[in-house]
């Protein structure tokens, strides 16, 4: 749920005094929630996307593309268009999948987000609907802009804060929120909570954010690489001196705004559970899957006018919002503050929160930093000690933004002050209770996915990871690994083609019902009422429930292993030698299925006609290539593009006509024509014009 409440936001000084009453109310307000909906069930799977976009504008004459900054003006125009169509449906009664999407404004002056008209059912009716729903979001959009503009899903833009003009219109980068020596503050969203969380977030760090890429050195690299488009001597705001006194690094693409992480696009997925528990299982599952995904859908090669050394966005919108104080970052002995604090608030999560036995202890390994009085506060009105300390965890955040008119609330109707703590906690999943007064759910949101080119793309992950969800909870999968393994492979992540050059954590058994694998922890009731839950899987070769009683407690460490991407999207084959017949014969054995193997047993195990298994196997087709490398990932399709262009210099500089005819590219693979080479390696000609009237 958005947050834009509108109202007087107050400056950091004053938001500071009303941290713990924003914190006490906020907790209060979960309470309501949690007391009220802890005992629904039998919620239906419903579930959404989120797409955001990059308004480009083209001066085709000049060759350049821009961001334009009409952002206001297009929204208006759409939620015009929105009331109008939303009456017609009214009244002809329309269902899901034909109701006119909903459009939000982002962070970026140039951006949109847009979500479906309403959630999507567990219907494959509607599964196959999602590529068709993207197109007509994206259509919609752009029936509502300039003929110049053109709504692109690229993840983060390589000439942002770039030197000379990058938005329509141009402004000098000034202004007194972000202070950035590259980002103008007119590119900031202007409803008052933008500018404010820019502000708040530079005033309660006592720096401008830093962020340092590496910069990707290519033959023609100056190295030491000493950025010249820094204005080391700018001497307009305090911060000025930094970059002079290190915070900009040699070798480094340095980034000091809120603008440069905020301003990145990516692709969300929120699932209903059918209750909290559910809910809690899945967000615990869908953890270890962050990492694996933000490397397979990789798209953010470039920043500030340089290629990187790195494929991702997560690290930098980490930084962009890194809030913390130096004696928060450990830099400085603790006086003024309460934690040191390991991670920024834009982060990976640090806790798993089911209650279920496959939840070893020892997977929530790193050092949980949290609040004991929320934490007492929790337990005392009866919640349990994991989801006391997964909030206790959330809550040693400030809120950034507070506004006068909405300082006193009724706790039994308003989740705001929760939401407001809940909701700039940007983790790559996130446990949603119902919003008061609605029938919604609780759900999950999966976080970690860059956007990619097209609606096929996007469709195929969003997708994929609905339909993995099924199969977890079908076959009782279990994705469980240390939580310290989930933020290395985080890191990994991000390292160029992580998806072919690297390997992940990742669990080596995931049928073993491991509540019989561990009864040290279990009581026997619950080993008991467990027992009844035989998986599809549990009845084949693996292990018959019986041998998995009898198994010893296997020691944390020798349930996961290193995987090449390839291995766990298409599976692992182990070799091993026989010699039945007198000769040595290799003999191959499925040691991992390979997620979409059990995605396929899932699709096997409903009634799918024809047709949408078709559409359905396209989608995980090229999830498939893309995990062996057959196909490119887009950061890596996007730096083939800039380096096989002939006005790359090998330089590393992502200039201006580059990026000019990568976006111009981008726009024609948008709208389906992709059938010359372009778009070849990254969609092996699987995509096209098929949802196009026209
Ligand atoms: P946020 O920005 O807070 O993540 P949005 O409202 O932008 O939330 O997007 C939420 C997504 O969840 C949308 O795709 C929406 O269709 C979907 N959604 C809405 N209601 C439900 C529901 N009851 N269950 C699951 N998904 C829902
Ligand atoms: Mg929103
Ligand atoms: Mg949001
Ligand atoms: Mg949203
Ligand atoms: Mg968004
Ligand atoms: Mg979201």
């Given at each position: 749920m958005g947050l834009l409440s509108l109202g007087t936001p107050l400056p950091w000084k004053e938001v500071q005094k009303y941290a713990d009453h924003v914190r006490e109310h906020g907790i209060e307000q979960f309470l309501h929630i949690w007391k009220n909906?802890?005992?629904?069930?039998?919620?239906?799977?419903l579930w959404g996307d989120e797409v955001e976009y990059m308004v480009v504008s083209f001066d085709d004459e000049s060759k350049s593309a821009f961001l334009s900054l009409r952002q206001a003006e297009i929204l208006t125009a759409l939620e015009e268009n929105e009331k109008k169509q939303r009456k017609v449906e009214n009244d002809l009664g329309m269902g899901s999948g034909q109701r006119i999407p909903t459009f939000h404004p982002e962070y970026g002056r140039y951006m949109l987000e847009a979500t479906p008209g309403q959630p999507y059912t567990a219907s494959l009716e509607d599964l196959v609907n999602v590529e068709r729903d993207m197109n007509r979001r994206r259509e919609i959009a752009k029936e509502h802009m300039l003929p110049h503009e053109f709504p692109v899903t690229l993840?983060?833009?390589?000439?942002?804060?770039?030197?000379?003009?990058?938005?329509?219109p141009y402004y000098p980068?000034?202004?007194?929120?972000?202070?950035?020596?590259?980002?103008?503050?007119?590119?900031?969203?202007?409803?008052?909570?933008f500018p404010t969380l820019t502000a708040n977030i530079r005033e309660r760090r006592g720096s401008k954010v830093a962020m340092n890429v590496p910069i990707f050195?290519?033959?023609?690299?100056?190295?030491p690489f000493i950025d010249p488009?820094?204005?080391?001597?700018?001497?307009?705001?305090?911060?000025?001196a930094n970059a002079r006194e290190?915070?900009?690094?040699?070798d480094h693409i340095y980034m000091d705004s809120m603008g440069f992480g905020m301003g990145c696009c990516c692709l969300q997925i929120t699932f209903q559970a059918t209750d909290i528990d559910e809910a809690r299982r899945l967000y615990d599952q869908l953890a270890p899957l962050g990492p694996i995904f933000l490397a397979l859908t990789a798209?953010?090669?470039?920043w500030r006018g340089y290629l990187s050394d790195q494929d991702c966005r997560w690290n930098v919108i980490a930084g962009s919002?890194?809030?913390?104080t130096e004696e928060e970052r450990g830099q400085?002995?603790?006086?003024?503050?309460r934690f040191v604090i390991p991670?920024?608030?834009?982060?990976?999560?640090?806790y798993y929160i089911s209650?279920?036995?496959?939840?070893?202890?020892?997977?929530?390994?790193i050092d949980l930093v949290i609040d004991d009085k929320i934490k007492k506060r929790l337990t005392d009105a009866g919640v349990d000690e994991k989801l006391a300390n997964h909030y206790a965890h959330l809550f040693i955040r400030d809120p950034i933004v507070v506004f006068s008119e909405l300082v006193d609330q009724d706790d039994t109707t308003s989740s705001d002050h929760f939401e407001n703590i809940q909701s700039t906690n940007?983790?790559?999943?996130r446990f949603k209770p119902p919003p008061p007064g609605t029938n919604i759910g609780w759900r999950v949101e999966f976080r970690s996915m860059e956007i990619q080119i097209t609606d096929f793309e996007n469709a195929a992950f969003a997708i994929f990871i609905v339909l993995l969800t099924r199969a977890i909870l079908s076959f009782k999968l279990n994705f469980y690994i240390p939580i310290s393994k989930v933020d290395r492979n985080m890191q990994v992540?991000?390292?160029?083609d992580a998806v072919i050059n690297e390997k992940f954590y990742f669990r080596?058994?995931?049928?073993?019902?491991?509540h019989h694998s561990h009864?040290?922890?279990?009581?026997g009731s619950e080993t008991a009422s467990e027992d009844?839950?035989?998986?599809?899987?549990?009845?084949?070769?693996?292990?018959?429930t019986d041998s998995i009683v009898n198994t010893?407690?296997?020691?944390?460490?020798?349930?996961y292993d290193l995987f090449t991407i390839d291995e766990i999207i298409n599976g692992r084959k182990s070799k091993r030698m026989s010699n039945g017949s007198g000769s040595d014969v290799e003999d191959e054995m499925d040691e991992f299925p390979g997620l979409v193997k059990l995605v396929q047993d899932y699709l096997d195990s409903m009634s799918v006609d024809v047709e949408t298994r078709c559409t359905l196997n396209e989608y995980m087709d090229l999830i498939s290539k893309r995990a062996s490398g057959k196909l490119y990932t887009t950061a890596r399709w996007i730096r083939e593009f800039i380096r096989g262009h002939?006005?790359?210099?090998?330089?590393s500089v992502v200039g201006s006509e580059v990026n000019y005819d990568l976006v111009k590219t981008v726009e024609q693979l948008t709208l389906?024509?992709?059938?010359?080479?372009?778009?070849e390696k990254l969609l092996g000609g699987m995509s096209g014009t098929r949802y196009r009237s026209s």
């Open positions: 909906t802890k005992d629904e069930r039998g919620n239906s799977l993840t983060s833009y390589p000439r942002l804060g770039a030197p000379g003009q990058f938005t329509d980068p000034t202004g007194n929120a972000s202070r950035s020596f590259f980002l103008p503050d007119e590119l900031i969203n202007p409803h008052a909570r050195k290519d033959k023609n690299t100056p190295s488009t820094i204005p080391y001597d700018r001497d307009i705001y305090p911060e000025d290190g915070t900009a690094k040699p798209a953010s090669p470039a919002v890194d809030d913390r400085k002995p603790l006086k003024n503050q991670k920024s608030r834009y982060d990976s999560i640090d209650q279920s036995m496959d939840c070893r202890p020892e997977y929530n390994d940007w983790q790559t999943m992540a991000h390292r160029l080596k058994d995931i049928f073993a019902p491991l009864d040290a922890h279990s009581t009844a839950s035989v998986s599809l899987y549990s009845s084949d070769a693996n292990a018959s010893r407690v296997k020691p944390v460490d020798e349930e002939p006005k790359y210099q090998f330089d389906g024509n992709e059938w010359n080479e372009a778009g």
